[in-house]
Nanobody, 125 residues
C-alpha cells in the first residue's frame, strides 16, 4: 500500500517561497500520477497541480500558474511543489496524492487513491 508523507509547510510572508515535499513508501512513484491539492477552512479541496509519468506533462490551476512548479525526483521516490510569490489566498492545508497510471494526471480529487496527511501553509505578514 502506497503511503505518502508531506513536509515543508510553514509560515511565510507574502511574496515568499516554500518547497513542499511528498515522500512515498510502499510503492514506486514512477508508476503513479501525482497531484497536489489544497483545502482552506470552509472551502472545498481544490486541485493545484499534477504531473504524469509517461511524458511528465503537468497541470496547474489558474490561481497558481506561473508561480508554482511541480516535479518528481525519480531517484528518491519523491515529488515536490515549489511555490513562489506566495499570496495570503494560498493559505491552506496542502496534500499530495497519487493514483496508479502512466499516461495522464488529473486535477480532480476523486481520481486519486492515495493521500498524505497534509501540511499547513500560512501566508501572512
Amino acid at each position: 500500500q502506497l503511503q505518502l508523507v508531506e513536509s515543508g509547510g510553514g509560515l511565510v510572508q507574502p511574496g515568499g517561497s516554500l518547497r513542499l515535499s511528498c515522500a512515498a513508501a510502499g510503492g514506486d512513484l514512477d508508476f503513479y500520477a501525482i497531484g497536489w491539492f489544497r483545502q482552506a477552512p470552509g472551502k472545498e479541496r481544490e486541485g493545484v497541480s499534477c504531473i504524469s509519468v509517461s511524458d511528465g506533462s503537468t497541470y496547474y490551476s489558474d490561481s497558481v500558474k506561473g508561480r508554482f512548479t511541480i516535479h518528481r525526483d525519480k531517484g528518491n521516490n519523491k515529488a515536490y511543489l515549489q511555490m513562489n510569490s506566495l499570496k495570503p489566498e494560498d493559505t491552506a492545508v496542502y496534500y499530495c496524492a497519487a493514483f496508479r497510471t502512466l499516461y495522464y494526471c488529473s486535477g480532480r480529487p476523486g481520481a486519486y487513491d492515495y493521500w498524505g496527511q497534509g501540511t499547513q501553509v500560512t501566508v501572512s505578514s
